[in-house]
């Protein structure tokens, strides 16, 4: 584990951090956890905004500042799918980055584990889920899967 975490470390050293945006090889940067079991017993009432800063600070304590506009977050008790599912939890916040052109010249995404399913469930259905003029704007340089749960 102790390995582990210093690989996903090692990994976010090499993007620079700001108070709300990251870069990785000039591209703005886009965060999603993994699978948070304490949902299930305590449901968030924030969609799990806290919970996420707290497991991306782990890595990089500048991500505890809740200004992070790169760190997507979302309620891990909740279906992916529906009107409040996770998916469109994620897609409410991508509306605001994509409408003031974050991903306009190419994002690179960085999920840990069910964060993996999460975004290619939501880049499989970015139509439907922001519309075609803000999914037009979704464009994505790369993505690092850090234990991702789809393989």
Request: aromatic share 6%.
């Amino acid at each position: 584990m102790k390995l582990y975490k210093s690989l996903i470390a090692a990994c976010l050293t090499l993007v620079a951090f700001s108070s709300h945006s990251a870069q990785l090889a000039g591209k703005n940067v886009l965060l999603i956890q993994g699978f948070l079991p304490q949902h299930l017993i305590i449901n968030p009432s924030d969609d799990g905004q806290s919970a996420s800063d707290d497991y991306w600070s782990t890595f990089d304590s500048s991500l505890k500042d809740p200004g992070n506009s790169n760190v997507l977050h979302y309620p891990s008790h909740k279906s992916i799918e529906g009107g409040n599912g996770i998916a469109a939890i994620v897609a409410g916040q991508l509306e605001p980055l994509l409408s003031s052109g974050y991903c306009d010249n190419d994002c690179v995404i960085i999920t840990h584990s069910t964060g993996d399913l999460v975004m290619r469930y939501v880049l499989a259905n970015k139509n439907s889920l922001l519309g075609s003029a803000l999914a037009s704007r979704l464009n994505v340089a790369a993505i690092i899967d850090m234990a991702g749960a789809g393989g």
